[in-house]
Structures are given as C-alpha cells and as structure tokens.
T-cell receptor
Framework: DAEITQSPRHKITETGRQVTLACHQT?????MFWYRQDLGHGLRLIHYSYGVQDTNKGEVSDGYSVSRSNTEDLPLTLESAASSQTSVYFC???????????FGEGSWLTVV | GESVGLHLPTLSVQEGDNSIINCAYS??????FIWYKQESGKGPQFIID?????DKRQGQRVTVLLNKTVKHLSLQIAATQPGDSAVYFCAESTSGTYKYIFGTGTRLKVLA
C-alpha cells in the first residue's frame, strides 16, 4: 500500500543546531506539504511543493527550508533550531488541488 | 481558532449510540471538504470527503452532511465504538488552490 513515512519519529535537539526531518511518500503525488501542530492552533502550513524543484513558503515558514529533488521526498530543515520550534511536524501529500491530502504519522521535535 | 489538545470541545457518547460532530467552515468559495480522525500520538487519518455539488455522502458507519447555505459540515458516526475515540477535525479546500484550511477539532469520548 502507498504511504507516507516520516523520520525520525521523535527527536530532542539543542538550540542552534540544524535539524532535518525526512518525509518519503510512495503515492507518486506531485504535491507535498509540511505542517506543524501545536496547542492553541490547528495545523499550520510551513512549506509546500507542487513538484520536483518547486518549493513555496507557507504561513509559518521562518526558520525552515525544504528542497524537492525527486517526487518521493520533501525533507524539512530547521536551520538553527529554536525552542519555539518544539512541535509535532506532519508531512502530507496530495495528487492535486482540491483532492484528498494524506498525512504521515508525525515527527515529535523537542528543542532544549 | 479553537485550541488543540486540552481545550478542545469534547463530545461524550455512550457506546452504541450515534455521534454527530459539527464543523463551521470559513470560506464560501470552498468546494471540497474532508473529515479526519486523529488518535493520540498519530497522524490525521482520512475518514470521508464530500464535494460541494453534493449535500450528503455515506461511508461505512459514517455520513457527512454539507449545508452550503450556512457553511456547515457534520460527521455522523453510527453505533459508536470505543475505537472511535479520537479527535475529529474538518478541512476545506478550493479547487485550483493548494490551500487546505483545517479546523482544530472535537474530541470524541466513547463511554462503555
């Protein structure tokens, strides 16, 4: 079955370190997304991609970057981790606009 | 928006009863709607979707109703089971855009 896998599932890092969260999907979807989920907020969009070599900023993109070198993967990088980036991060994908968006199982990140 | 986690509205139902979870969406141009189930420590799981040219859609034990006049969406779960305990949230999208707007959800508790 097609799926989205995220790694690591849990990570603790120190302030100022660079962190990369991996996302791999086997749906062959063009659209991929990164969201964060926090108490007091719903899912908030960090970055998204419509296809290889395409990346776009979402509503909370400061301090994050993504790259899309192939269809399957959209890694999320925190350039210099901050305590405000402690959160649960979800990768998602969809086949096109106005279509179902499927989520990974999440990556729990703690910045100390 | 509403809070995630501790401050979520909660619906408590007896096992075997029907559950109705409501969602008010924000954008009158939205034409695609999705319900998700999120269990503790897991990613959002697709339940059912509906497009704006329909007002009702049924799945296995679930029914989604759409009232475009008042921008309201509901999820009905028949014969609620303990495994249905989770947070449920809706998402709206507009064809031709990447953007999905997510509600913060309702916690469903199934009482034995």
């Amino acid at each position: 079955d097609a799926e989205i896998t995220q790694s690591p599932r849990h990570k603790i890092t120190e302030t100022g370190r660079q962190v990369t969260l991996a996302c791999h999907q086997t749906w062959n979807h063009n659209n991929m997304f990164w969201y964060r989920q926090d108490l007091g907020h719903g899912l908030r969009l960090i970055h998204y991609s419509y296809g290889v070599q395409d990346t776009n900023k979402g509503e909370v993109s400061d301090g994050y970057s993504v790259s899309r070198s192939n269809t399957e993967d959209l890694p999320l990088t925190l350039e210099s981790a901050a305590s405000s980036q402690t959160s649960v991060y979800f990768c998602a994908s969809s086949s096109g606009s106005g279509n179902t968006i499927y989520f990974g199982e999440g990556s729990w990140l703690t910045v100390v | 928006g509403e809070s995630v986690g501790l401050h979520l509205p909660t619906l408590s139902v007896q096992e075997g009863d029907n559950s109705i979870i409501n969602c008010a969406y924000s954008n009158s141009a939205s034409d695609y709607f999705i319900w998700y189930k999120q269990e503790s420590g897991k990613g959002p799981q697709f339940i059912i979707d509906i497009r704006s040219n329909m007002d009702k859609r049924q799945g296995q034990r679930v029914t989604v109703l759409l009232n475009k006049t008042v921008k309201h969406l509901s999820l009905q779960i028949a014969a609620t089971q303990p495994g249905d305990s989770a947070v449920y949230f809706c998402a709206e999208s507009t064809s031709g855009t990447y953007k999905y707007i997510f509600g913060t959800g309702t916690r469903l508790k199934v009482l034995a």
